[in-house]
């Protein structure tokens, strides 16, 4: 922004300096004398008017200053443009959009970021087809977001018990987060006693997991791939915690049981659980256009300005262009699976599954190995650990 107001101020300075009047001003009084002259002496020598204009180069000095004002003109759109950025309008042609596709992504927008009464104002307005449920589950969601910003752990515990198969099918650490969120409290509150029991049931849960003997929800604990989860060395530090129960804040593990810190990590860890749960994406719809647009558009812009009519026309038709554009790991996504077992490609009637391991195979490989059982274990091809079909999780490409 300093560069354009310096930029600025010299266009600024360059006009106000601009001699172009008052040489047409001596040009006139130079003119007038001449003639006064002409009319006293018939017989004056043009040649010597002609002298006098040469010396005062009105022309000359005219074009001059100009040119030096279109300079710092130019320089003044070039610091903009840097700062503005280049126009976007040829990078998206007029190629037109589906009104109702459009709508519906504004809609999801502001259920997913909570705006629910200008969703329903929007989405009445427009007569768009809602789903009550997903508008229900997702107003649970913000609830529960908001009591974890008070410190209440009760909803988002008890949220995790209801999800907790599938939370471990999809190996999430959010069991995991809540009960170190909840144990974190209890030890600041003084309440040591409860903490120990806190902690003693999610390491009961988490090896009946391991073993393999719980079937369904209870506890908050049971974070997915059991065997994982019985080695993870926070479990460790939240047992030495305990030892420093009376001065948790001045203790070597202060840093872990950090409210502040874990409320914040366990408040976006549950949005994306509960999205998940929802079969929605990770983020607001818009937000992710607008991000993957901050990345794209400038290059797609620089592009345009190269092709010109030759990249409306590579739009239009839906060809690809020549520009490779990396937006990074999270808007990365693959739209086809080949089992590394059969080495086959995944099609609807043979789709990806994840094991609770969290390695994937075909579902047609997975049933081979289980022998065609949904409730047999078998072993992984890649870890120790062994899953069943009931428990495989069926990916959507």
Not at 59 to 78: D, F, I, N, P, Y
Not at 306 to 316: F, G, P, R
Request: a neutral charge.
């Amino acid at each position: 922004m300093d560069a354009i107001l310096t930029a600025a101020a010299a266009v600024s300075k360059k006009r106000r300096l601009d001699p172009t009047l008052q040489k047409v001003d001596e040009l006139l009084d130079l003119l007038e004398g001449w003639r006064a002259r002409h009319a006293s002496s018939p017989g004056l020598d043009i040649s010597a008017l002609h002298e006098t204009l040469s010396k005062l180069d009105a022309r000359g000095t005219v074009q001059g200053h100009h040119r030096e004002l279109v300079s710092a003109a130019t320089k003044l759109g070039k610091a903009a443009d840097k700062v503005i950025g280049p126009s976007l309008e040829n990078a998206i042609p007029h190629l037109g959009f589906d009104p109702a596709l459009v709508n519906a992504a504004i809609h999801q927008h502001l259920l997913v970021a909570g705006r629910f009464d200008v969703a329903e104002c929007f989405g009445r307005e427009l007569e768009l087809a809602v789903c009550p449920e997903q508008i229900s589950a997702l107003r649970e969601m913000h609830a529960v977001r908001r009591s974890l910003e008070e410190g209440d752990s009760g909803p988002i515990n008890q949220w995790t018990l209801w999800h907790v198969r599938r939370l471990r099918q999809r190996g999430s650490a959010l069991p995991f987060e809540v009960t170190l969120f909840r144990f974190s409290q209890l030890l600041h509150a003084g309440d040591t006693p409860a903490a120990l029991r806190l902690l003693r049931g999610y390491v009961d849960e988490l090896t009946s997991v391991t073993s393999g003997t719980c079937g369904g929800g209870g506890g908050s604990g049971g974070s997915g791939g059991g065997a994982q989860s019985s080695v993870d060395p926070r479990v460790s530090r939240m047992m030495g915690a305990l030892a420093y129960a009376q001065r948790i804040d001045n203790s070597p593990y202060a840093d872990m049981l950090d409210e502040q810190v874990l409320r914040a990590r366990l408040s976006r860890l549950f949005t994306r659980e509960c999205l998940a749960v929802l079969e929605l994406p990770r983020g607001a719809p818009l937000a992710a256009c607008v991000d993957a647009g901050m990345i794209a558009l400038p290059k797609l812009a620089k592009l345009a300005s190269v092709l010109k009519a030759k990249y409306v026309t590579i739009c239009e038709e839906g060809s690809t262009l020549p520009l490779e554009l990396e937006l990074g790991p999270r808007f990365t996504s693959h739209s086809t699976f080949t089992c590394p077992i059969s080495k086959e490609a995944a099609t609807p009637s043979n789709p990806p599954v994840l094991l609770p391991c969290g390695h994937v195979l075909a579902l047609g490989s997975a049933t081979k190995l289980a022998r065609g059982s949904r409730s047999a274990h078998f072993k992984c091809p890649y870890c120790p650990a062994e899953g069943t079909i009931a428990t495989a999780q069926v990916l959507t490409l």
